[in-house]
């Protein structure tokens, strides 16, 4: 008996390196390439409060002067600038107890939501605050900024200087 010849199969071969490609050629079209985003929001718990000053409420700041813009249903990605430069606006007045309330009703979108959301990133707004439980309203609070002006002047010495 003479030594065993290995055989290659050349179209077998063709096959395993053809059909993987043409398979990603034609289903290409058809796969979903949309990016899902996730939007984090605190909802306060449905528990009565325990006090005036909880952190999950929002009863304590509701008092304040709330500038109110109300939200066009479908409106609120086109005036997306305007609301932007109110938030900026807010922050440079730098008045106590302040800030903007995005008046939203049943006829608004989710896209609507979303864009003021948006508008408040973009503006750099460091809190606010959904009240879903009364007004379904979005509240853009300002912290007031204290100017601090030093009458004295301090006096120091470094190590090794005069």
């Not at 009863?59 to 938030?87: C, F, G, T």
């Not at 939203?104 to 979108?109: E, G, K, V, Y």
């Not at 009240?131 to 009458?151: C, M, N, Q, R, W």
Request: proline share 6%; glycine share 6%; charged share 25%.
């Amino acid at each position: 008996m003479t030594g065993m010849r290995k055989i290659y199969y050349f179209p077998g071969l063709i096959s395993a390196v053809v059909i993987p490609i043409l398979f990603l050629y034609y289903i290409s079209p058809h796969i979903d390439r949309t990016v899902y985003s996730v939007i984090d929001i605190g909802l306060p718990s449905k528990n009565a409060p325990t006090g005036p000053y909880d952190q999950s409420s929002f009863e304590p700041l509701r008092n304040w002067d709330y500038q109110q813009m109300s939200i066009d249903p479908n409106e609120a990605e086109k005036n997306s600038e305007l609301h932007v430069s109110q938030l900026k606006k807010l922050r440079t007045d730098n008045k106590k107890n302040s800030g903007i309330e995005f008046v939203l009703s049943d006829r608004n979108t989710y896209g609507d939501f979303v864009s003021v959301l948006n508008d408040l990133h973009k503006a750099r707004m460091d809190s606010y605050a959904v009240d879903a439980g009364k007004t379904g309203h979005i509240f853009a609070l300002h912290e007031y900024i204290s100017p601090v002006i030093s009458e004295e002047k301090e006096d120091y010495i470094l190590c090794g200087t005069f």
